[in-house]
């Protein structure tokens, strides 16, 4: 196994959040805000962890595992496209209500670079959601990042313009409402590879393409996966991907692992 | 004040909530939610003579009010539990019971004799029931044969507490359950998943790697319950029942069918502390029922 | 345009939706939500040689996604069927199926016997699988050889399509399928009930007068499935599936596992009009996705 | 089996229902008022008939049924008490959310009643519910009708002032903190026997004392049982009671029964 950088393990827990906000964005992204219910720090958390999310309105067995959208001292963002059982029905929790939550879980994008270090982060569709917590965890330490974005249309100012308040944003758009018309992986910006490490999120297609690009052209790279899990935990074994080391979960050995350690 | 201690035969635990096989890792995965030794024990996940690499992704579907597994009894083998996981467990205040799978029945018994000289590994769990391996697993525990076969040779080479898990993918699991019992057997844990099978219409695959898989949870609470009752009937050694335990309710609902400890599989998953909550509610069931020891309600169906 | 009509060897049906026996009455209870010759065809409650009374109550709990029953077979018998319900139903234009049980073998030949000279009744279902009867039922659909007897007997006497019903109770659902099919069943039908128990632990007693009982609704489907692609896998008579059909998506996993038809049970109760809806739902996802013909679909898996 | 008064049968129908008000009692009790979403009119229900409520938000399988306690042309009134996991759950349908409800279920009560008839109905706990669309129904035909009503403790003044304004209410609580101190069967009212027909919904041991009474005293009476159901239309055969002509349907035969019927 190629190491990510050293991450010092973060206690689980299960905590009792609440929802602040829960908005439906105008592309049918759903926003979601919530603060811990009894008043307390939310845990710490790293960009490119996960949560498990109990959506009991959902009429679903299993809990249901979210990137971080955005994570501070009080409040825990998630952005989810509502298109299963369990997310579209995390659209009827309003202000106020409770949502049992098991974080942090996984194991997050690297994030000690060098000041040389040019970090090119690629999110596609709703992907975008971890790179927004990466992209303010490089800013915060002074890292070079630049954000690449693949939509299928025209995506949200609400997200855009917090990217674009902390790193240049190239958009793509598969029908060009907005920005470049194309595939993340055609974007000049990508293409250009001015940039030494990239950090990838996004639909199996574009991720796998991108693998090959940043193969070809040996730029490292970590992508974060999103298989199908039971307990987030690394008990029930059910989200392996068969990577260089043979079957390993992606909720502990990932979600995000280095280009050279997947077998795509 | 409540007595939980539960007796399975020669085996004592301070409570009878144990962990199901393949549903909470070796505890340690666990251990930020609960402290362990509040257990009765945990049975850590399916250990086989050789490395396994387990099947495909996919591995898992949610059904209603269940799910089904093909995770096939990965895991690093015998020697890798021995040397790098027993150390960091076996000093816990806690039984912890190793789960013993394999294809062949030497497999079985070489595995069980590689455990034996560990101190503090007071029981195995013998999975005779696994529908999710090609050989062996549940081939094993169809047949009264089958059963009595595998269990006799283990039998031979262990020496201490000797649980047999059974597969409910039969016609009648007592026979099952009385050829164990024959073979050896100190205990039977029942049941291990119901085979099963989803498929996803849109795309026209299965949802499973491996087509059919393993039932578990809510779903199948009442056919475990059922077979539970039917066993603890007809066996003299104690009954560990299991299948879609949630609640203290549940697990209530297997001790008045007759189990004198129950497993919390599928429940893990979904909440982390489910194993404490259960011991916690069970106690509170006795409290308010002013029963002493579960003694009182073991089997009173 | 999708054409749903459905052969089963023998008989046509206009679209696979049936309705399971003991759900659907004899579908008059149903014709106030839906009408009937909407149906491919329904299944009339299980009828015997004499009235029974069936089980004491009570005779039913709900279980996580599923329901358990104990009715045992309440009917009025053949005669009451024949005299009073046929006139009824008989002129509708869906098929009309009735369900045979018994308790003996004769009592299965001579029910069945009884009904052959009924014009529009094109088939029976010889229900070998109720769990609920102390004698007969699902002991008949335990063994192939008990199987094999029933059909026989009833194939003697019984000219048009002979549907098979099966129990999931088994080690070998298919064993008993291939005896059924060489005794001259024209199609199998499966699954019935699981045998399932739930236990109201306030008041420590089970939740049915007869203890166990059979189980059906979602939590079943994905045995259901897997024991349907199975069996359809293994004979080569129409394979009939049915375990917690609710929806359309439900109905298309059991035609891709290999069904030919599907039957409602459980979800009768819920949804009165799920048959209806389920029908609409299937030629909603044939046009979406360019299936002219379910044949396209069916065993894909 | 001795008929009911004929009632001609109505067509059962799936409704879709939106709560216009949903109350808790400060007796526990819940007070759910219905009205049919599509704006047209209720289906007509008879008194003693009963509905079944798919309670989505309660995550079971099964619809619920649950008696009548009013109905007209525009609203259906249900009064539940939140004991089990469904009925708990109806608690969190708040105004403007939909129910869907099959209606209307079962036999009623006898309302073909003769001037010289004097009707005694008997409630106990929740049981009280059907007993006042009976009354109203009994009312507003002219017939002679009383009321009583056991409770465990001092019941909700939203319930008894409904039945004081129609007819007159007898109250009787296990603790005496309102009305009569004891059991129905042993209110003054219920023992002088100045009626020719009772009509009773109460809990099972209440009702069999009753049925004692009744039966002892030679006055005619019904009784209107829940027993478990799983379907509500005759179809599953669950919910049979044991009568003089063997198991019936509760919820095609009954709920309502006459004594004569009844096998206790």
């Keep these: 196994m190629v190491p990510l950088n050293e991450q010092k393990p973060v206690k689980k827990q299960q905590l009792d959040l609440r929802v602040r906000s829960n908005e439906l964005l105008p592309s049918g992204l759903l926003h979601l805000c919530l603060e811990n219910a009894l008043g307390a720090e939310m845990p710490a958390m790293l960009p490119g962890q996960f949560v498990e999310v109990a959506v009991d309105k959902a009429n679903v067995l299993l809990n249901r595992p979210y990137s971080i959208y955005n994570c501070t001292s009080d409040s825990l963002e998630l952005l989810v496209a509502p298109l299963g059982r369990a997310s579209i029905a995390l659209q009827k929790y309003i202000k106020g209500e409770h949502l049992r939550v098991i974080a942090p879980l996984g194991h997050g994008f690297s994030t ?42 025209n995506p949200d100012a609400r997200i855009t313009d917090r990217f674009k308040a902390i790193a240049p944003l190239h958009i793509c758009t598969d029908d060009g409402s907005a920005g470049f018309k194309g595939l993340v992986t055609q974007h000049p910006v990508t293409q250009a590879c001015e940039y030494n490490f990239a950090q990838v999120c ?45 079957n390993v979960c992606v909720c502990t050995s990932g979600p995000v692992f280095n280009y050279k350690e997947l077998t795509w | 004040m409540v007595d939980l201690t539960t007796r399975l035969g020669s085996l004592e635990l301070k409570n009878p909530v144990l962990t199901a096989s393949g549903t909470f890792g070796y505890g340690l995965e666990y251990a930020d939610f609960i402290n362990l030794e509040q257990l009765g024990g945990f049975i ?67 595995c069980a004799e590689l455990l034996a000289p560990l101190a503090g590994i007071e029981a195995i769990e013998l999975n005779v029931s696994c529908p999710n391996v090609k050989q062996g697993g549940m081939a094993f525990g169809t ?73 578990s949870g809510p779903a199948v609470k009442p056919v475990a319950v059922r077979m539970v009752w039917q ?20 697990a209530l609902e297997f001790i008045m069918a007759g189990a004198s400890a129950i497993q919390v599989g599928t429940a893990n998953f979904v909440n982390p502390a489910a194993t404490v909550d259960i011991i916690n509610g069970i106690t509170e069931y006795c409290e308010r029922h002013g029963i002493k020891n579960l003694d009182e309600i073991r089997g009173c169906i």
Aim: with cysteine; glycine share 10%.
């Design chain 1, 112 to 153: 000690e670079f060098n000041t040389t270090d040019k970090v090119l982060l690629i999110g596609g569709g709703v992907g975008i959601a971890p790179l927004y917590y990466q992209a303010r965890t490089l800013r915060e330490k002074g890292v070079n990042v630049e954000v690449v974005y693949g939509s299928r249309t």
């Design chain 1, 202 to 246: 996004g639909p199996q297609k574009m991720m796998e393409s991108l693998h090959k690009f940043v193969s070809a052209h040996n730029i490292n790279a970590e992508f974060s996966l999103e298989n199908k899990m039971a307990c987030g935990l690394g008990a029930c074994l059910c989200c392996v991907e068969n990577t260089t080391a043979g």
């Design chain 2, 44 to 110: 850590v996940k399916g250990t086989t003579l050789e490395p396994r690499q387990g099947n495909p992704y996919p591995r898992m579907a949610e059904t209603p009010a269940g799910m089904l597994n093909a995770v096939g009894l990965q895991n690093k083998g015998v020697h890798h539990f021995i040397e790098q996981i027993y150390p960091q467990i076996a000093n816990l205040n806690t039984q912890v019971i190793v789960n013993v799978s394999g294809a062949k029945i030497e497999d079985y018994a070489a």
């Design chain 2, 143 to 215: 047949t009264p044969d089958g059963c009595q076969s595998v269990v006799e040779a283990v039998r031979k080479v262990w020496p201490r507490h000797l649980m047999v898990k059974l597969s409910p993918n039969v016609t009648s699991v007592v026979d099952i359950a009385l050829a164990a019992e024959s073979a050896g057997a100190d205990s039977i844990s029942l049941i291990n998943t119901l085979l099963g099978m989803a498929i996803d219409v849109e795309k026209r695959r299965p949802m499973l790697s491996t087509v059919t898989g393993g039932l």
């Design chain 2, 231 to 250: 066993v603890s009937k007809n066996v003299k050694v104690p009954v560990v029942g299991l299948g879609g335990i949630c609640t203290a309710a549940d």
